[in-house]
């Protein structure tokens, strides 16, 4: 119900509103009431409802104003308009859940100068608002022209009839006029609150009458789009109507597009792939759908399909490049190799700068290629650059590989056809731009398959790598912002052209002192944790750990290391287990061959040193470096010498210099 009536009221108690006094306030959701306007509210809100229980008593007046937002339950002050009306009430509904239904008549324009109180419900100073008109013929151009206007609105819209058209005719003034044809038409609540707020009656009515015209625009553009949709459906109609013999038929043939189609097709639009990618999987999309499903080309396409919807082609994580926060990374992670760490902050330092100069481009670096023996941290430091940059990490290991297949996928014409290693772990990374490890890359054979070392070219060339080429996937992939790092014991093995690609850090091996704090800082709290047991329970001193790495390992890395300590704890952990009363274990010099055994290593040098007739010689390889005793004797003879064996060409060169 919305009408407007002539105001039944006693004039006096509205003109005790010209001066401010206070009232009490009911807000509004969603709702502006004008003065003559008659409608229904529904009251559910505990303090509108004790509002109402108060004014039925009394019979007394109160003021309707809009809230700015409708969601807040409670509105403040600042939530509510700074204009409202003088309401009475007409009639009231009890509800059966107990809330009202109340009908309202709005009185007077008033202006809210302060909220008193809010409890038990809302009071507030307010003063009635004195309408000025000037009369003129722009106002009275402007009243017949409002009115033509909403006549138009009423023949264009689908939720005003003639019987409005009657209610605006029926208008008793200018001012009442407005705020007929405003509270008729479905607009918002700031645009109905900005006309409520015009108090001078001219104004009010160019106001209206530029609102007519905007919602006349609304109408007009709305009906030629409905025109337009109806001559699309006309147009349309016939190829729906084929198109749906069409689906009858393959149904019946058993070849209708089942919905792994349909969800493959919206995977794909989420997938946002390259322009390039997209026509690919179109043109496989509408191969499929002509494909019969006993078709053995129809779960060769259905794969392929998956695959590009699995792909992370616009999937990338943000890096986050903390010099400060890499450094800490790195030392937590690893003991030692300062130089290998300034390099890797160098690294990650010229990244910083590059995505700050440009952040769209693709960074071109680089190709890490860390090389040393095993078990000097090689992996892991690699692990730690990808935690410290914040990115997906995948590790492909290259030892195993022989067919260059592996590398770039078989085509789709085998049987059993798969995309490359390549492509799989940039899959299981989820983002376009993970750390990728290619670990062991000198252990890459070739045989009559191919050479995987070639196909890696491409790979990790930064001019190439864009638009990597997968046998499988036939459409480009794009590779410049992987970060690749690679790890190799050997760099002779590694094939020229690749070596050439990379830049190569070496890792030495550990020195005593650096071994012995990794075992303190690393190993032993790890080994400990692994095993079951606590700091009670077991203790390494220096000496013993320092026991462990000359006694019974001989390595450049600490893996060998590992194990011994390991070993040492599964002892612990049988005894403690096996034992009612356990006291906590000290491993010592002393202490240590009673868990680990023989003594596996030993030094001669003291005792060799002794003998005359001994020359000390140096030897070195990438897994730890040794003395070499010489034995000398002086027999007679001709003065040559005959060298047996698989020996060097140096050590057969110093042992005739020597001679």
């Known amino acids: 119900m919305n009408k407007f009536e002539p105001v039944v009221f006693d004039k006096s108690i509205l003109e005790e509103y010209n001066v401010p006094k206070e009232i009490p306030i009911m807000p509004l959701r969603n709702t502006v009431l004008f003065p003559q306007q008659i409608i229904p509210l529904y009251i559910g809100r505990v303090h509108s409802l004790r509002l109402l229980n108060d004014i039925m008593k009394e019979n007394k007046i109160f003021v309707v104003v809009a809230q700015k937002d409708i969601s807040i339950e409670n509105p403040r002050e600042e939530d509510l308009y700074q204009y409202g009306t003088l309401a009475k009430i007409v009639k009231v509904f009890t509800m ?57 609105i009423v023949d264009m819209s689908d939720y005003l009839s003639k019987d409005n058209v009657t209610m605006m005719m029926n208008s008793v003034d200018d001012g009442n006029l407005a705020d007929v044809v405003v509270s008729m038409l479905n607009i918002s609540v700031e645009e109905k609150q900005h006309i409520l707020e015009q108090f001078n009656i001219n104004k009010r ?99 392929y399909l998956e695959l590009l919807t699995e792909l992370p082609w616009s999937v990338s994580t943000a890096d986050e490049i903390d010099l400060a926060n890499a450094t800490k990374i790195l030392d937590e992670d690893h003991y030692g190799l300062d130089k290998i760490k300034l390099r890797i902050l160098e690294y990650l330092a010229v990244r910083k700068l590059k995505l700050k100069n440009d952040p769209n481009s693709a960074v071109k670096g680089p190709i890490l290629c860390f090389v040393g023996p095993p ?43 798969m995309p490359g290693r390549i492509i799989q772990g940039i899959k299981k990374a989820g983002s376009n731009n993970p750390v990728f490890i290619l670990d062991e890359i000198d252990k890459l054979g070739a045989d009559y398959k191919g050479d995987p070392s070639s196909a890696l070219l491409e790979v990790l060339d930064p001019e190439q790598n864009y638009s990597f080429s997968d046998h499988y996937l036939e459409t480009p992939f794009d590779l410049s912002n992987v970060m690749f790092i690679a790890t190799a014991n050997w760099a002779e093995t590694i094939p020229g052209p690749l070596r050439d690609r990379m830049e190569l850090i070496n890792f030495s091996g550990y020195t005593l002192p650096e071994k012995t704090h990794i075992a303190e800082k690393f190993l032993i709290p790890k080994q400990v944790e692994e095993h079951g047991l606590t700091k009670k329970d077991i203790t390494f001193t220096e000496n013993g750990v320092q026991t462990i790495i000359q006694n019974y390992t001989r390595e450049a890395g600490v893996r060998s290391l590992e194990r011994e300590i390991a070993h040492v704890a599964r002892k612990v952990a049988k005894i403690k287990v096996e034992t009612t009363r356990f006291r906590k274990k000290s491993i010592t010099e002393k202490t240590v061959s009673k868990y680990l055994g023989r003594q596996k290593f030993y030094s001669d040098r003291a005792e060799r040193m002794k003998r005359p007739g001994i020359a000390i010689g140096l030897a070195w390889t990438q897994v730890g470096g040794d003395i070499l005793f010489i034995e000398t004797t002086k027999m007679p003879g001709e003065g040559k010498l005959q060298l047996t064996g698989q020996l060097g060409d140096v050590m057969k060169e110093s042992a005739q210099a020597a001679l």
């Open 96 to 152: 059966p859940d107990k809330s009202r239904s109340v009908i309202v008549q709005g009185l007077e324009r008033v202006e809210i100068h302060k909220i008193t109180k809010m409890d038990p419900y809302y009071h507030g100073i307010v003063q009635r608002l004195q309408e000025s008109e000037e009369d003129s013929i722009e106002s009275v151009a402007i009243r017949e022209r409002l009115k033509e206007s909403f006549k138009d």
């Open 205 to 303: 009515l160019a106001e209206t009458a530029i609102i007519l015209a905007q919602e006349l625009e609304k109408a007009k553009i709305g009906e030629k789009i409905i025109a337009d949709v109806k001559d699309n459906i006309n147009k349309n109609q016939r190829e729906y109507y084929l198109r749906e013999q069409m689906k009858a038929i393959r149904k019946e043939l058993g070849e209708d597009e089942d919905e792994r189609i349909i969800d493959l097709k919206k995977k794909l639009e989420d997938a946002q792939l390259p322009e390039e990618a997209a026509k690919a999987a179109d043109r496989e999309i509408e191969r499929l759908k002509r494909m019969s499903k006993q078709s053995p080309e129809y779960n060769v396409s259905l794969t």
């Open 375 to 417: 078990g000097t941290g090689k992996t892991s430091v690699a692990k730690s650059i990808a935690h410290a940059m914040d990115r997906n990490i995948h590790r492909m290991s290259l030892g195993v590989v022989r067919d260059e297949a592996e590398i770039r996928g078989h085509r789709r014409t085998y049987i059993g056809a």
